[in-house]
Structures are given as C-alpha cells and as structure tokens.
C-alpha cells in the first residue's frame, strides 16, 4: 500500500515536496522496491516523473529534468520528489508506485506492481 501526500495549490515559480509512505509486503524491504513517481493532467496520459532505485540511482523525465529530485529513506519506508520553480503545466495528479523485482528505475509503467492513490498538485499561474 502506497500512501501519497504533500500536493497542493501554489504559485508558478513556487516548490512543493511529495511523500510516498510504503506499507511493504511481508517478507520484503522496503529498499528492495524501485520507486517511481507519475502524474496525469485532466485530458492526458500518464506520464513518467522520476524513479529511483534500491542503489539510490535516479531517473527524470524531460518535462521535470533539473527542477526535481527523487530521494528515498529506507528507514522511513518513504519516497520524495521535491519540485522546484513549478510551472503551471506541472498541474497535475501526482502517484507514487513500486516495483519488485525490478532493478532499475524505469519510466515503463507496467513495470510497476503497486500504485498510490494520488496527491493534487495545482500551480497557479
């Protein structure tokens, strides 16, 4: 189970951080998980944000490349996307999910086998 939060409704120019809280299957870690998150506009696909792997390496989709950064705290069984200089077209809903046994952070959706409820992100313009 996938718990997102830390959206909101901010300004253009503005920074938001998200969590993801991970209740994890018994039998597994937490850092065995590849983390990803997504996010989907009224109208639109999904689309691929940042994931990060259980070695900490990370990957950015372009839309977001060099404004975000994925994090993770094992210990906490939690993921971060920390969004900076937020645009109007970053208006989204965000999602966290988790992959196993994959290993690589992977923008590849069906990749991953569990999915948060989603966090609302709105930036004004």
């Known amino acids: 189970q996938l718990q997102a939060s830390g959206g909101g409704l901010v300004q253009a120019g503005d920074s938001l951080r998200l969590f993801c809280v991970a209740s994890?299957?018994?039998?597994?870690?937490?850092?065995?998980?590849?983390m990803g998150w997504f996010r989907q506009a009224p109208g639109k696909e999904r689309e691929f944000v940042a994931a990060?792997?259980?070695?900490?390496?990370?990957y950015y989709g372009g839309s977001v490349k060099g404004r975000s950064t994925i994090s993770r705290d094992n210990a906490k069984n939690t993921v971060y996307l920390q969004m900076n200089s937020l645009k109007f077209e970053d208006t989204a809903v965000y999602y966290c999910a988790a992959g196993h046994p994959i290993t690589s952070a992977t923008d590849t959706q069906r990749a991953y086998n569990y999915w948060g409820q989603g966090t609302q992100v709105t930036v004004s313009s």
């Open positions: 994890v299957a018994s039998g597994r870690t937490f850092r065995s998980y590849v």
């Open positions: 990060i792997s259980a070695s900490r390496s990370t």
